[in-house]
């Protein structure tokens, strides 16, 4: 499906049918459920428009005069909006039994989630650093709104106001650090700051190095780094599972498409300023995850703490980006693929099983869930293992990838640390599974429906052990080494000259 | 000369009434000053020849942003007595001063070292509200044409959240 | 400093602009600093109190609603898209057809999200659905 048409499109209908729910929803037509299947279909129709395109490295730039080369589209972009697409429609469909229950969500939620899913569609595309913020703030607007939408709940409002006035505040280290990067190039686009670089000795860039520092601020606040990200347990919390879910699995990985972008186009050649602060902001943030998600007795607390861990693992990755290979790169990509999948699913199997009704799940709740919901608990235990990084699932192999990209890179330290903490993770990750299946169940059996919901939870927990499988265990079906040949697709489309 | 000296003028009054922002006790006080302090900026913007940031400065900035303010406190009808104790602020603000100097003073370095500084900005060449609408919509029309939806959400966001209302008198 | 221009036909009138305002403030300030400095200083309870006539003074109500800030909000939203249309109505000429579709592009999505408000009530006193 590879072509100008089809990209208009997936540019067009996430916004037109956004604009449609918004207003069918000021009538008396609408309905929760034609607002949900809407939003439904129109992800299905992207991911069949785009899925062919993950096939070639292809690279093209987008109504080149029109838009001034600000739009690329190329498999690496590909593989983060199908991601993007696949994230969302996955925190639909699981959550489809808490969306129809609960009374949060408004004609406003589907088309806040459409035009956020259309913000990180343009930041996958884009290749200037302008429409890039305008993108992220789409995107991340939309979140902040989605995140209080849930307004006669305190903590939900708690949750918007800290989300919105630090993002807003970080947002505004990243306009500093462009109009520094502006000032001196003289541009905004990606491939003219690099080849200023290229031309200029290294005396005449500190603007850009300290321009892109301001940018980096933005970013670690973003993907919750730790000096910057102690808001993620609050909001995390504070929003709807569903919504969490969204954040934690499809919002984070936006974020690294723009930033593996901005690191592999613009920083590569100046790195080394940055190297350090990478490194001391990994440290932070694996220790300081590590111990917040030991001590929270909450699971969609501990979930949010733990993701800041797993943004500590891929800022490991980001640290041993380098000239010497695109092996990091790939390794940044597997894992980002592993995470979003498992997190989703976590996230999503919290959804289901508080049924539209939004509790604290503490680890209490889950005793005995094991003997009531065998297929559900072993849907949540692979979930959780991939988190921790077990072997044969796709977790372990995307900590495996990272690290040893960060040993090859000479960050053995580094790579220790990163071992250390996916060590300490088995310890609050195990915790969950040992309530499922070591403990007496205390209430009665609830039941769940919506097996529209359960199918996704079964596909979502069957994909994370495929993607574990490589053509070591089976031959004949290797799922991790199908994603492998993505990435390098992927890495390889970036280094296409496109014109 | 008059240049210079009207220069350094704003810039006192920037610096002083920023400073009255973050140093007063009441909200009404920080806003008025804040009013100071947006104006003085679109005098300095006028001050280079730049007259389409000067009126922007004066339409969103001194006109909407500081009414939303202004509502916002009248709205929240703050007495004397909420208002929070903040024993340390003056250390606070010292501190956090002195914590940023360090990478100000690069900063400031940086741009003095840059040949930006002895580029001149003549009004006839750039800054006129003619050139900014020739790259507004040439250059960068994509950034444009997005920024209506990056309005059309904040729009929902205002609207939805404010659903509320019906249950308050 | 070589680049600040006395010669724009603004100058005169923004340089008044600044004056006039920078005279309004200083004098609320000297005003309000003078009459607290000449003020008798009578902080007897009774004289603090508001008077009104017979009855148990009471806390009156917030007078201001709500319903201000959305305003506000909204005013402030439509300022930012009117902001573009002076650089869009001064190089008009020069854009020609292809600068109004971009303009009505971008007025047709708030227009949208004008319906949308307008449709929620949000315009309305105290009537958002």
């Not at chain 2, 501190?95 to 990478?103: D, I, N, Q, R």
Request: with cysteine; net charge neutral.
């Amino acid at each position: 499906m590879f072509g100008l048409p089809a990209i208009i499109i997936i540019l067009a209908v996430p916004v037109f049918t956004a604009l449609f729910i918004l207003l069918l929803g000021t009538t008396k037509y609408y309905s929760k459920k034609i607002g949900y299947r809407l939003t439904v279909i129109t992800l299905l129709i992207l991911v069949y428009l785009l899925s062919a395109d993950l096939s070639t490295a292809h690279s093209t730039l987008l109504f080149k005069e029109l838009f001034n080369e600000m739009l690329i589209y190329d498999t690496y972009s590909t593989l983060f909006i199908l991601l993007f697409i696949l994230g969302t429609f996955l925190s639909l469909s699981i959550g489809k039994s808490y969306i129809y229950k609960s009374d949060i969500f408004t004609p406003e939620s589907f088309s806040l989630i459409l035009f956020s899913l259309f913000g990180m569609i343009l930041l996958a595309m884009t290749n200037e650093l302008l429409s890039a913020f305008i993108a992220l703030e789409i995107a991340s607007l939309s979140v902040y709104v989605l995140v209080g939408i849930h307004h006669h709940s305190l903590r939900a409002s708690e949750a918007f106001f800290k989300y919105l006035l630090l993002g807003s505040f970080a947002g505004s280290f990243y306009l500093l650090g462009l109009m520094l990067i502006y000032a001196q190039v003289g541009s905004t686009h990606f491939n003219q700051i690099a080849m200023f670089m290229y031309t200029h000795p290294i005396s005449e860039i500190y603007l850009i190095v300290a321009g892109g520092l301001l940018l980096m601020i933005t970013i670690m606040f973003k993907i919750a780094a730790m000096p910057f990200g102690a808001w993620v347990l609050d909001v995390y919390e504070g929003a709807s599972l569903p919504i969490t879910a969204f954040m934690a699995g499809t919002f984070k990985i936006a974020i690294f498409a723009i930033a593996l972008r901005l690191f592999i186009g613009i920083f590569a050649q100046i790195k080394d300023f940055y190297d350090p602060l990478i490194v001391a902001s990994a440290i932070l943030t694996l220790v300081s995850g590590s111990l917040l998600a030991m001590v929270q007795t909450n699971i969609k607390r501990m979930l949010a703490a733990s993701s800041i861990v797993h943004s500590g693992y891929l800022l490991i990755g980001l640290s041993s980006i380098g000239e010497i290979g695109t092996y990091a790169t790939q390794s940044i990509l597997f894992y980002l693929i592993a995470y979003f999948i498992s997190a989703t699913g976590a996230l999503g199997i919290l959804a289901y099983i508080s049924n539209g009704v939004e509790k604290e799940i503490s680890y209490d709740s889950l005793k005995g869930l094991g003997r009531q919901h065998p297929f559900l608990s072993a849907a949540l235990t692979v979930f959780m293992l991939s988190l921790a990084g077990f072997p044969s699932t796709i977790g372990f192999l995307g900590k495996f990838y990272i690290f040893t990209s960060a040993i090859e890179a000479g960050y053995t330290l580094l790579a220790l640390l990163g071992i250390l903490a996916a060590f300490v993770s088995i310890y609050y990750y195990f915790k969950v599974i040992s309530m499922l299946y070591f403990y007496e169940a205390e209430g009665e059996k609830v039941v769940y429906g919506e097996a529209y919901s359960f199918l996704f939870i079964m596909l979502s927990s069957v994909a994370v052990l495929w993607g574990g499988i490589g053509t070591g265990l089976v031959s004949f079906m290797p799922g991790a080494n199908a994603i492998t040949d993505i990435t390098h697709l992927v890495i390889e489309s970036l280094y296409i000259f496109s014109n | 000369m008059l240049n210079e000296v009207l220069f350094y003028i704003l810039s006192a009054l920037i610096l002083v009434s920023a400073l009255v922002l973050i140093s007063a006790r009441r909200p009404i006080d920080a806003a008025l000053s804040f009013i100071v302090t947006l104006v003085s900026i679109a005098a300095l913007f006028a001050l280079q020849g730049s007259s389409f940031l000067f009126a922007t400065q004066i339409i969103i900035y001194a006109g909407a942003i500081l009414a939303l303010i202004l509502f916002i406190i009248m709205f929240l009808n703050i007495q004397d007595k909420n208002l929070p104790d903040e024993p340390h602020k003056k250390r606070d603000i010292t501190f956090s001063t002195l914590a940023v100097l360090p990478f100000t003073v690069v900063l400031i370095s940086l741009i003095n070292k840059s040949p930006l500084v002895d580029q001149a900005l003549p009004y006839d060449l750039f800054g006129g509200i003619k050139d900014i609408g020739s790259v507004i919509f040439n250059d960068y029309l994509l950034v444009f044409e997005l920024i209506s939806i990056l309005l059309l959400v904040s729009l929902i966001g205002a609207v939805s959240l404010a659903k509320e209302d019906k249950d308050v008198k | 400093m070589d680049h600040i221009n006395t010669a724009h036909p603004y100058f005169g009138v923004f340089v008044l602009f600044v004056l006039t305002f920078g005279a309004f403030f200083m004098t609320t300030v000297i005003a309000r600093l003078a009459s607290r400095a000449l003020a008798a200083k009578d902080t007897e309870k009774i004289k603090l109190s508001v008077y009104e006539c017979g009855p148990e003074v009471t806390k009156q109500p917030n007078r201001i609603s709500p319903q201000f800030y959305l305003f506000a909000l909204l005013f402030l939203l439509f300022d930012v898209e009117i902001v573009f249309m002076f650089p869009w109505a001064v190089d008009f000429k020069l854009l020609g057809w292809f600068g109004f579709v971009e303009m009505l592009t971008f007025i047709l999505l708030l227009a949208i999200g004008f319906i949308y408000a307008w449709k929620k009530g949000a315009l309305e006193w105290h009537n958002i659905k």
